[in-house]
C-alpha cells in the first residue's frame, strides 16, 4: 500500500505542477472530486480494516506482554523492562501514508460540500466589473441560489431562482466553459436588448442613468464618467469611455448570432429561451455579450453577493448589488 500510495500522491502533485506551469489545463473541481473519491476510499479502508488490523496486533502483543510477565513472576522475575502502553502506541499509529491521504478525508469533503453546493470563492481578474468590483477583490458566490448542480457534470438538481436582471453572476465562459467569467445579468430568456448609442434598452424601456461623480481609476491613472443604474431591484454604478465607439467591433460567431443586429450605433440583440445576456459595469471595457454571445443555462456557477476580502483596501469587505 506505500507503493502504491505513492505512486497516487505524485499523480496528484504531478497534475498540480503541471497546471501550475501551463502545461495542462487545470480543472480544480475534477481535481477536488478526485481527491475526495480516492481520500475517502482510503479513509473507509481504514475505518473498517487497517485501523481493526492495528487494534487486534496491539492487543496480541498485550496479551503476549502479560502472559510473560505472569511466567516471568512465577520465576520471581517482578522487574521487566517492557512498556505496554508505548507499545501499544506504536502499533495504533497510523502509518505516514494513512495520514496523507484517511487523515485528510473530514477536511476534503468539508471542503468539497461547501465548495460545490453552498459558497465558492473566487477572485476578480480583471477590471470588466469596475466599479462595483475591483481587481484583487476576493469575492463569494452561492451556489445553490439558482439551484443546485452536480460538480465535474453541472447536472441541475434543484430549481433554485431564476437569474433576475441586475444579478452579479458567475458563470462558465460559452467559448471556453473551462474559464469562468463574472458579469451583469442584462437580459433574461425573451427580452430584447439593445445598447445603442452608449445607452440600454430593454423591451423598448430605457433603462435611466444619472450622473454621479467621477470615478478614478487607479490602474489607469484618469477619470471615467460614472452613472448610477437600475436593473430589476439593483441599483448599482457604471462607467462609460467618452474615447471607446458606440459600436462593437470584432464581434465573433456565436450560436443564435442571428438574434442580434449590429451597427455603428451598437448591437440589439433577442435573447433565446435558456439563455442570459451579459454585460460588465465597465461598459467600455468589457468583453461580453456584445462580444461572444449568450450564457445558456447550463453555464451559471452561481450568484456573487459578498466581497471577503481585498488585501489592498480592508474597505471593500461588505455585500454588493
Known amino acids: 500500500m506505500q507503493a502504491l500510495t505513492s505512486a497516487v500522491l505524485a499523480a496528484f502533485v504531478g497534475y498540480i505542477g503541471a497546471w501550475y506551469f ?27 480494516y487497517f485501523l481493526p488490523q492495528r487494534q487486534k496486533a496491539a492487543a496480541q502483543l498485550e496479551s503476549q506482554t502479560l502472559q510473560r510477565r505472569e511466567e516471568l513472576g512465577k520465576l520471581g522475575i517482578s522487574q521487566v523492562d517492557d512498556n505496554i502502553a508505548e507499545a501499544r502506541g506504536r502499533i495504533l499509529a497510523q502509518p505516514w501514508w494513512l495520514d496523507w491521504t484517511a487523515g485528510l478525508f473530514p477536511v476534503i469533503i468539508a471542503v468539497f460540500f ?3 453546493f453552498l459558497f465558492e470563492p473566487f477572485k476578480i481578474p480583471s477590471g470588466s466589473m469596475i466599479p462595483t468590483l475591483l481587481v484583487g477583490d476576493l469575492i463569494l458566490v452561492n451556489k445553490f441560489h439558482y439551484g443546485l448542480r452536480l460538480p465535474v457534470i453541472h447536472t441541475k438538481v434543484t430549481e433554485g431562482i431564476a437569474p433576475q436582471r441586475g444579478d452579479v453572476m458567475v458563470f462558465r465562459y460559452p467559448p471556453k466553459p ?6 451583469r445579468v442584462v437580459g433574461t430568456p425573451g427580452d430584447e436588448v439593445a ?29 471615467f464618467k460614472q452613472y448610477e443604474e437600475s436593473l430589476g431591484q439593483h441599483k448599482h454604478r457604471l462607467l462609460t469611455d467618452d474615447d471607446r465607439p458606440a459600436f462593437v467591433p470584432g464581434a465573433d460567431d456565436f450560436v443564435f448570432k442571428q438574434n442580434c443586429r449590429y451597427s455603428i450605433e451598437g448591437v440589439v440583440c433577442k435573447v433565446p429561451q435558456g439563455h442570459y445576456f451579459m454585460m460588465g459595469d465597465n461598459r467600455d471595457n468589457s468583453l461580453d455579450s456584445r462580444y461572444w454571445g449568450f450564457v445558456p443555462d447550463k453555464n451559471i456557477v452561481g450568484k456573487a453577493f459578498f466581497v471577503w476580502m481585498n488585501f489592498s483596501s480592508l474597505k471593500r469587505i461588505g455585500a454588493f448589488d
Not at 31 to 38: G, K, N, Q, S
Not at 178 to 183: A, E, F, G, P, W
Not at 207 to 217: K, N, R, S
Open 22 to 48: 501551463g502545461v495542462v489545463e487545470g480543472n480544480f473541481a475534477l481535481l477536488l472530486f478526485l481527491a475526495t473519491v480516492v481520500t475517502g476510499i482510503y479513509w473507509l479502508l481504514e475505518r473498517f
Open 114 to 116: 461547501l465548495r460545490s
Open 178 to 183: 473551462s474559464l469562468d467569467y463574472i458579469k
Open 195 to 223: 445598447y445603442l448609442n452608449k445607452r440600454l434598452t430593454i423591451n423598448g424601456k430605457v433603462i435611466e442613468t444619472t450622473a454621479v461623480p467621477e470615478f478614478f481609476d487607479d490602474d489607469a491613472m484618469r477619470y
